[in-house]
């Protein structure tokens, strides 16, 4: 049975729990196991910016013509301090400190030419901002990548690393093709693979996905090689409600579920898989397991095609008070055949995705991420339409593959 695995950044950072819990468990020697794994935790923060808060990290200081050439020199001391954590299980701390000192300094290199091909005034910045970008990210999963191979090489496990980031070649090649040639001539019966989060291609990867970016290559592996089976490990189980909320002691794993409810959580912001990950698995009718990193021998949650559940209820309640409804009121809107499709093409025009919409006669609502309300939106809807109310809400969702009686 051959498993594409992929390892989250706070099961990274406790790398030790990973070879015990996830590598060797059982105490046997693994194969036909191909890992994917990501920065370490907020390592990309550091480099691009804080997911959640914003605080600028080394690319946003790159795009504002600040200093960032410190900012990198302080990234390759953290790095170094996180390889000392895992001095006790014999990552080989020259070889790590060697390694990633190089790449940060190659990266300094990089990111100079593109200032000076910036100030030259011949090029679009946009795309040498989004180079950047690609280059910086890549980073963390080959500093994760190369410590995880050499600390299992040195503990007597067979590993080898699968370098997706292109640093060091200048081949044109697309995301899939990359990977097509990486994975061509590997016997997975005699090693297991360590691969990067972080796949180099001619379209690339974060202008198409942004910080999703690990996940997609994790499932673009798994197709590739035609894994029998997709594993995610996280800190916790996909469970019934967040245990950050709720509390780990009232989060109930959910065994089993489908694609469309893993697609449901996406949308309100519960990703179990980036949606972007999940169509190929589920395309391919490639199974994908969600794993607690800590509980090892719990068989997680099944995620399928097919699947539905045997008696009807609710499987999860999920939820966000980050969203914004956009009420917009217009009395010439009762029989008027595709006057909503006129309101989705603005929507459409400004990139904003709608969580859910509701219609009746005279009124169009939608829910939004309220990071996605721009002013410019609701300056032209205010223009065209009668009136628009703008609400700070909460949404609550019930889901689950069979909730016909709830």
Known sequence: MLTVEKIGGSSMSKFHEVLKNIIYIGGKAPKNRIFVVSAYNDVTNWLLEHKKTGEPGIYTRFIANQSYTQALDDLGKKLIEINQSFADIKLDQKAAETFILERIKKTKDYLESMTDVIASGYVDKSNIFFAAREL??????????????????????????????????????????????????????KTIVIATGYTKGTEGIMREFDRGYSEVTFSKIAVVV???????????????????????????????????????????????????????????????????????????????????????????????????????????????????????????????????????????????????????????????????????????CIIGSNIAKP
Not at 275 to 303: C, D, Q, V
């Open 136 to 189: 910086l990210a890549s980073i963390g999963e080959a500093h994760a990548a190369w410590n995880s191979v050499n600390i299992l090489n040195n503990n007597g496990i067979k590993a080898m690393l699968v370098d997706l980031s292109g640093f060091h070649d200048s081949e044109y090649l697309t995301i899939d093709d990359r990977i097509k040639k990486a994975f061509s001539s590997i016997d997975f019966s």
């Open 226 to 396: 035609k894994a029998d089976e997709a594993v995610i490990h996280k800190e916790f189980h996909l469970c019934s409600a967040d245990p950050g909320i709720v509390g780990i002691e009232k989060a109930v794993p959910v065994g089993f579920t489908n694609y469309d409810v893993a697609d449901q959580l996406a949308d309100v912001g519960m990703e179990a898989i980036h949606p972007k990950a999940s169509k190929p698995l589920e395309r391919f009718n490639i199974n994908l397991r969600i794993k607690s990193t800590f509980e090892p021998e719990h068989p997680g949650t099944l995620i399928s095609k097919a699947y539905i559940g045997k008696e009807s209820k609710v499987e999860i309640i999920a939820g966000s008070k980050k969203v914004v409804t956009i009420e917009i009121h217009d009395s010439s809107m009762v029989g008027e055949s595709g006057f909503d499709m006129h309101v989705m093409q603005l929507f459409h025009q400004y990139r904003v995705s709608y969580i859910m919409k509701a219609t009746n006669a005279n009124s169009i609502t939608m829910v939004i991420w309220e990071k996605d309300k721009k002013e410019e939106l609701l300056e032209e809807l205010n223009k065209k339409y009668e009136n628009i109310t703008i609400r700070h809400e909460a949404i609550v």
